[in-house]
């Protein structure tokens, strides 16, 4: 397996860290146009919210099958084409004469994100010395957080001054930049031959990611007692299960399920999807809570939160540093016991919390997050073979991606349902509601995810306290 050249390190940070901005960035940066297209593109709203499913889709479901292609031909040549594709995609977007021809271009733009995302960590990962590994992904974590932040800022400006095409274009000269760096910088690390890829676990794979993300996104607006959705989601599980029973037993699986044996694997994706449906439930409730209980206005309110984000930034290239220094788990502990913390403080919001109030009870959620996530991923790259970093890093990004998807389905509807039984007599949907049942179904769910938290710091407390047992007894028997 070819060697990686440590010297070019931070040039392939660069190539990377682009990719994954503007793939962040076209994850938010359509929302705030989505009144804008349904107007000008004479279309209906639930036509134009396929113009974000279609993107969204795209990612939950190639990203695992994208990382073990990339462990098989090889990362750099699926970076680099992805980068391409993702940037003609956008200007195809940007020319788009119709809805119809938006959302299919949406999902070629999709493609691409999914190929620079589903390989980018892996590549920082091998790119880095182990002992600078958290650092690095610390700076992704940083990168992610801005695309986060700039997303809705940069996409209010331009359909402002411009146009809607204009937050599709600005993809351009970064993207054109972005592809001739990875075609330069990305080391071109050749993967062992001989390797086949799983077709039929991908295809199972495939199926039940998209019938589980199309089941819970489209079943916000059906309802999940709808038949159809029942019938996606059954469809799921049975995929699923399928899949498990495939990969037990085929020579080349697509997840070497062997890899679960490490504990820290396990645990950190685990602990990292809850953390991710945590934070979708948070980004997914607040806005109505500023603006339609506190009566914030939009541009106030994108502030208020984009300090979250902000703050995961600032946090997140410290605690990679941290863990560099004195291990992955005492500071994912940290970090969780700051989240539980965190959402704690967020259910003392109420119908008369100001601005600063709000920052001071939210921030620490941010802050547990930016503590968390770079360690957690250093956690598992560091613990994935060589061979299998791509499929690793795709896991890593499945779960943001998922846990996200689970948590606004998840989340959002315990929200409704607990606003519903607080508003008696009111027959309205739930953002509509009084005041006090929209603060109180808050309440309930932070506090929900409070007790998320704090079972993740029980789970990797006792396998930090087991670990450091195990050090003790090896250190303590007589060679």
Known sequence: MTEVDYVRKWYVMFAVAMSILLATIDLSIVNIALPTLERELATTFPVVQWVVLAYGLILATLTLGVGRLGDIVGKKPIFAAGFAV??????????SPSVGFLIGFRALQGVGATMVLALGIAIVTEAFPPYERGRALGVIGTVVSVGIVIGPTLGGFLIEHFSWRWIFFVNLPVGVVGTIAAIRWVPAVKPPGGQRFDWLGGGLMFVGLLTMALGLSVGQRRGFDDGLILALLATAVLAFVAFLIVERRVPEP??????????????????????????????ILMPFYLINVRGFGPQQAGLLLASTAVLIGVVAPISGSLSDRVGVRP????????????YLAAANLSTDTDALGYILLVSPIGLGMGIFQSPNNSGVMGAAPRERLGITSGMLTLTRIVGQIVGVALLGSLWAVFVSNRAVGFDGPATDAPADAQVAGIHVVMTAMAILMAAGVVLTGWDLIRSRRRTLLRSATPS
């Open 86 to 95: 993702f940037t003609v995609g956008s200007v195809l977007c940007g020319f």
């Open 254 to 283: 697509m997840i070497d399920l062997g890899l679960f044996r490490q504990r820290i694997i396990g645990i950190n994706l685990g602990t990292g999807f809850t953390t991710f449906v945590a934070i979708a439930g948070l980004l």
């Open 331 to 342: 500071v994912t502990v940290a970090g969780l016991a700051v989240l539980a913390l965190g």
